[in-house]
Each structure stands twice: as structure tokens, then as C-alpha cells.
């Protein structure tokens, strides 16, 4: 066993020193494959984190309560929202603390609110949810109550569905290319092996005739294709980290403001991306050497 992957490896080198112009093509191929595979992986991953991040600032459903409730009546149906299956917390605010978040809101014009003579904002139920997702589901599951005391229901309805459709649309549109690129450099891999396997036809049959396995055979191409993978995959990853750490640096704060949340760190992105890149580069060279052997090997 050992000494069939010395011999693989041996004659995977010296093909590949003896086709360089071919391999470099390969090698090429993947690498770009790889890095516009990372970039679509960057935006995925800093998406998702900005989509959870605003999704957590449109995960509470406000219940307003009528001025003529009972606070019995009121603590009766907190009860009853905090035994539900959405709820992960209910909050109760009164008047005084609705007027408190309002000034807070109005900034350096909130003492334009100091003139009114009587509070008239309702007092409410803020119920977070354990899944925003559900937050359709939960007001129906509210409006069925048909209780009295409710005077309206607000939540970021059309906010978290733009959010989620938007997510969804990129990770959609990030596994169509992704799949077209795979299949690409599949092909590449495959016509630059199947090269050599041409231009060793002859050595092949012989080898075929004296006994030697199938597998036997194949494996110097199919280390050949690894080895391919491999290298593009350790390139590709250096090359998008790089950029990556790059566009951090430059970017991370303006995107704090904007989305309240900075981009994902370096260390997390480089780390998957180099097992992404690897598993992704071993399987191309890996399918590319056996399609190029079938026309000469049983299947």
C-alpha cells in the first residue's frame, strides 16, 4: 500500500513538472474558481450577521392596551403571553415609561412634550420573540384572543420579510454560481489530465495488459488532480484573507454605523475558508482525474 502511494505521488510530480503550461492552466482555473467561491462566501456570512444583527432590533411585538384595562385584567393576559410558545420575555410599560422612551426618541426637541397636560400615550405589552420568523404567527395567534383590553398590535412586519427574502435571495443566487464554477473547473481538471493520460496511452495498455489494477493506474492521476486542488485551494485562501483583512480594516467601522454590527473577523472567515477551499480543491482534482480515465479504464 505504501509503496503504491510512494509511486502515485512520484509520477504525479514528475506529470505535472512535464506539463506545466497545462497544470499552471489548471491551477489558474481552480484559484479563480476558489476566490469567486470566497467572495460570495464573504457576503453570505457578512449578510447572515447583518440580517441577525437587524433582526434583533424587529423581535418585539408591541400590544397596546386600552386606558379603560384593569391592571388585573392586564396581568392576566401577560400570563398568558408569557406561556406561550413565542414568547421569550414580556415587558410591561406604563404610561410613564412610554413618555420616558418618547422624549428619549425626540432627543433635544422632547421638551415640546413637557406642555402636555395629560400623558396620552396607551400603556403596552412588549412580548420578544424566541424566533422573529414567527412573528406573523404570533399575531395571529394574538388577534385570536379576542380580549378587550388590546387596543392595537405593532411589530416590523415588512421590515423582517424584505430581510429574510433579501438573505434568502443571496444564499439562492451564491449556490447557482457556486455550482456553475464547480462544474467548470471540473471540466479543466478533467481535459488537462486527460493529456497526459493521451500522450501515456500506450504505457497504460501495457500496464493494463501485464496485470496492473485499475486503481493502480488511475491513482497517479488522481494524485496528480489532488495535488492541483491543493495547491490552489492553499493559495486561494492566503489571497482571500489578505483581501479580506484589507477590506476590514478599511470598512468595518462605516459598516458598524450603518448596520450596527461590524464585518465577521478575520480569524473565523480564514479559517473556514481554508476548510472550504481545501475540501472544495481535493474533490475537483480528485473528479476531474477520474472523468478523464474513464475512456481508458473499466468503469
Known sequence: MAKSLAYSLKQALMQIARNKSMTISSLFSITAMLLILGMFFVLAVN????????KNQFDTVEIFITDS???EDVAKLRDKLETSSYAGEVIYLDKDDAMEIMKNRWGE???ML???PENPLPRSLQV?????????EFVEYVNGFENPIIEDIEYGESAIKKMIKIT???????????AFLIIVSVVVVSNTIKLTVLARGREISIMKYVGATNWFIRGPFLAEGIIIGIVAAIISAIIMSVLYSMLRINFSDQMLLMFSTGLV?????????????LSLGVSIGAIGSLISMRRFLDA
Request: glycine share 8%; no cysteine.
Open 128 to 136: 420578544r420573540l424566541e424566533k422573529v420568523e414567527e412573528s406573523d
Open 69 to 71: 384595562a384593569s391592571d
Open 47 to 54: 449578510v447572515n450577521l447583518m440580517t441577525e444583527s437587524a
Open 109 to 111: 426637541h422632547a421638551y
Open 114 to 116: 413637557d406642555g402636555i
Open 265 to 277: 473577523p478575520v480569524s473565523f472567515l480564514a479559517g473556514n475558508l481554508i476548510v472550504i477551499f
Open 168 to 178: 434568502d435571495g443571496i444564499q439562492i443566487g451564491a449556490l447557482v454560481v457556486i
